[in-house]
């Protein structure tokens, strides 16, 4: 505790010398990020991270999953999907982030995943729950253990494995931009279901925000 009067003086004269002042979006260890709209206003979605740029969308005000994406080169604004899909660049100074804390790896967090031809969907509920829905038939996995991420690669590649029965899928997660037709979202995802048949490997994209 002695040292906390210094370090409350170097903050504010910091803020004095450069107008800095902290901010959970620069502190956030790491993209893709889960925000909600603040400031009690709609926000608009710009084609390119400039003020002048043109609307392509919306953010409803009450919006409280929007998955950030990628950050412009100063850092003042995010890569979303706008209401209707429209992908574009939003002020963060218009959101404010749900859940800064870095985690152990992405499955600790509320995924939804998905990927056509064929059509599948795939949700990772941060307790451990898992249900994927495929060639017509739902079924919930239990994870055989904890996820776990590629001690080298940083924030990089991550995979997950669980079983139903003599089913079992192994999910491989990489946090980076994934641009179906329909939108931009956080992760690509790998999928390899094993069964008694031929094992069937299938690919698509994830998001923090419900679909």
Same mark, same amino acid.
């Given at each position: ?18 107008? @800095? ?12 990020? #889960? ?8 926000? $608009? ?33 995010? #890569?979303? $999907? ?12 218009? +959101? ?17 995943? @998905?990927?056509?031809?064929? @059509?599948? !969907? #795939? ?14 038939? !739902? ?30 899928? !192994? ?17 690509? @995802?790998? +999928? #390899? ?19």
């Amino acid at each position: 505790m002695k040292h906390l009067p210094k370090f409350i003086a170097f903050w504010g004269m910091l803020v004095v010398l450069t107008g @800095f002042i902290p901010n959970t979006v620069w502190a956030r260890a790491y993209i893709p990020g #889960l925000f909600k709209v603040a400031g009690g206003k709609v926000q $608009n979605v710009r084609k390119s991270p400039d003020a002048a740029s043109e609307i392509v969308g919306t953010l409803a005000l009450d919006r409280k999953s929007v998955e950030v994406v990628a950050l412009s080169e100063d850092r003042e604004w995010g #890569l979303v $999907n706008s209401d209707d899909l429209s992908i574009g660049w939003v002020s963060l100074q218009g +959101l404010e982030q749900v859940a800064p804390d870095p985690v152990a790896t992405d499955f600790e967090r509320d995924l939804y995943c @998905f990927g056509g031809e064929p @059509f599948w !969907t #795939l949700v990772s509920i941060a307790n451990g729950g898992i249900t994927l829905s495929y060639e017509g038939e !739902t079924v919930e996995y239990k994870r055989s253990f904890a996820p776990l991420r590629a001690q080298n690669r940083g924030f990089g590649q991550q995979v997950m494995v669980a079983g139903a029965g003599k089913v079992e899928i !192994t999910g491989f997660l990489m946090p980076q931009q994934c641009r179906p037709l329909e939108g931009v979202f956080g992760f690509h @995802f790998d +999928l #390899l279901r094993r069964s008694k048949g031929a094992p069937v490997l299938l690919s698509g994209c994830c998001t923090l925000g419900e679909m």
